[in-house]
């Protein structure tokens, strides 16, 4: 019965193929875009100005490794981590 438990857990560990840097990424880049919508209509201060170069570098840190993806493989990516 032990031996039961362990191979369900190592098959239900192993099935998740989620990249969580990939969807840390993804949630930086969002982060950035929702914010600086709102510079559309206006011109942003210096404060906010410092806050998109902070976002800017923290979706740069995030998203490093993934620079020469290819498409296909980033879709596939993002739908893992919207599930």
């Known amino acids: 019965m032990k031996y039961i438990s ?3 857990l190592l098959i239900l560990t192993s099935c998740s193929n ?3 840097q990939f969807c840390k990424c993804l ?3 969002e982060e ?3 914010y600086t919508q709102q ?3 206006k011109l942003p201060s210096s404060e906010e100005e410092s ?3 902070e976002l800017k570098e ?3 840190a995030a998203c490093k490794d ?3 993806m290819s498409g296909d493989i980033m879709r596939q990516k993002k739908s893992e981590c919207e599930n």
Do not use: W
Request: proline letters at 0%; aromatic letters at 12%.
């Open 6 to 8: 362990i191979i369900t």
């Open 18 to 20: 989620k990249d969580e």
């Open 27 to 29: 949630t930086a880049g």
């Open 32 to 34: 950035l875009n929702e």
């Open 39 to 41: 510079f559309f209509d």
């Open 51 to 53: 806050k998109v170069s």
């Open 58 to 60: 923290t979706k740069k």
């Open 66 to 68: 993934y620079q020469m």
